[in-house]
């Protein structure tokens, strides 16, 4: 079976006062249709280069990016991006928001659809409240839900928990995992919390520091729900953790 994703020998510099700063330095990996993997990496080590690359609003230097096999040089509607810094449009309301990207489907469709996923995250009331109306944690729920609502093939999501307190971040995690089981997705995630990434994904990419390549690949082979406390998980971790040199 070809992946749903292959991406082969990316590298990204970027030109600065200094001179070249190389950012990416030969990534290569596979996404099988309906995977969820995880990239953990430290901070500046170039996550984000590597994912707007993979989601294809930034052209590498070198190397591909394939999705179903065909090579791709801008966004596709396949995929949605959920981006470290938010995008959700502050001057519509939650459901407008939802409603944003629903093409095809008549209005009172789109409310319907828009509404359900507000439910799905939990943010069932606020509708027709304003992005600087909600909370934090409310704001991301407002971000999944927006990606969710256009039934992606592919979510890539760039530290998209990171900004909430550790409490929030563990409960949008398991909702997250709940609405996966329902409605299953090819994720890509990055982030720097390797709990996070056991907890979420079932395969794990350890990048080194900047430039960025894969330093080493770990399966997460633990059923949902996963116990992170497990002696199996903080296993786990602590080899993730070596490889970050932590
Ligand atoms: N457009 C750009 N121009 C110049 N340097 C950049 C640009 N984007 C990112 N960088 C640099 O690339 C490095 C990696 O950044 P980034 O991918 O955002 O890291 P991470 O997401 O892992 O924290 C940083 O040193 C950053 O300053
Ligand atoms: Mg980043």
Known sequence: MSAKIAVKGLKKGFITDQGLLQVVNGISFDVADGEFVAFVGPSGCGKTTLMNIIAGFDPPDEGTV??????????????????????????????????????????????????HYADLVGLKGFEMSYPHELSGGMLKRAELARALVVKPEILYMDEPFSALDALLSLRMRKEFLRILAEERHTVVLITHDVEEAIHLADRIFVLSARPAHIKATFAVPFEHPRRLSSPEAQGLKESILRELGV
């Open 66 to 115: 394939k999705v179903d096999g065909a090579s791709r040089s801008g966004p596709s509607a396949k995929g949605i991006l959920i981006s470290q810094h938010g995008s959700v449009f502050p001057w519509l309301t939650v459901q407008q928001n939802l409603m944003f990207g629903l093409n095809g489907h008549a209005p009172s469709n789109k409310e319907q659809l828009a509404d």
